[in-house]
């Protein structure tokens, strides 16, 4: 079974920063890839950043300059570097892996993490 744990969520003021970090584990053979999205009360869950096996990185523009997502494939881990936080980016963040393939199944699977709440406060 594989599994997304999440950490560095909080409370930060407007202008600040906050580093995600997500961890999967199991018996993972590869994951092609990984990133974040993000859910805001009252509205649908937004890609926010993704990055492939590769190095391709991909982000929304709403956080373009001041996010970037980085890997570790070694460890399995993805990271979030937030910078220059808005009050518009509170949200629950969800990691996620896509195309993870396992030493017991034949089969691709994606997951998903907990989620973390950021709050930017103004």
């Known amino acids: 079974q594989v599994q997304l744990v999440e950490s560095g969520g909080g409370l930060v003021q407007a202008g600040g920063s906050l580093r995600l970090s997500c961890a999967a584990s199991g018996s993972i053979s590869s994951i092609n890839a990984m990133g974040w999205y993000r859910q805001a009360p009252g509205k649908q869950r937004e890609l926010v950043a993704s990055?492939?096996?590769?190095?391709?990185?991909n982000y929304a523009d709403s956080v373009k300059g001041r996010f970037t997502v980085a890997r570790d494939n070694a460890k399995n881990t993805v990271f979030l570097q937030m910078r220059s936080l808005r009050s518009e980016d509170t949200a629950v963040y969800y990691c996620y892996a896509t195309g993870v393939a396992t030493s017991d199944s034949n089969y691709f699977r994606s997951y998903w993490g907990q989620g973390t709440q950021v709050t930017v406060s103004s």
């Open positions: 990055i492939t096996s590769s190095g391709s990185v």
